[in-house]
Nanobody, 126 residues
Framework: QVRLVESGGGLVQAGGSLRLACAFS????????MGWFRQGPGKEREFVAG????????RYADSAKGRVTISRDNAKNTVYLHMNSLKPEDTAVYYC???????????????????WGQGTQVTVST
């Protein structure tokens, strides 16, 4: 059974940084593209960043470019989301998701994902 567990969320001041982690278990992480999504209060869920199965390709939402880096360590079955220069509008529940495939793709939608985590809350204060 595949399980994704996010961690690293919390309360941070604007301008601060956080590193989220997504622990993947139950399958071989190296056969999945991974992504991070978020849903802020009163907002639609949105794509933040994605990474191909090998880590060779990444994709970012416009709102994340320059401030966010997605990475993965297949040996540790973990995917990371490094976030810098956080803004209050980054406040959201952050979810990781897995999409089966080794075609090199780094982007997929929430509905295209095969597995999802439960989410971790990130709150950015002014």
């Amino acid at each position: 059974q595949v399980r994704l567990v996010e961690s690293g969320g919390g309360l941070v001041q604007a301008g601060g940084s956080l590193r989220l982690a997504c622990a993947f278990s139950g399958r071989t992480l190296g056969t999945y593209a991974m992504g991070w999504f978020r849903q802020g209060p009163g907002k639609e869920r949105e794509f933040v960043a994605g990474i191909s199965w090998s880590g060779g390709s990444t994709r970012y939402a416009d709102s994340a470019k320059g401030r966010v880096t997605i990475s993965r360590d297949n040996a540790k079955n973990t995917v990371y989301l490094h976030m810098n220069s956080l803004k209050p509008e980054d406040t959201a529940v952050y979810y990781c998701a897995a999409h089966f495939g080794r075609d090199g793709s780094s982007g997929f939608s929430w509905d295209e994902a095969d597995y999802w985590g439960q989410g971790t809350q990130v709150t950015v204060s002014t």
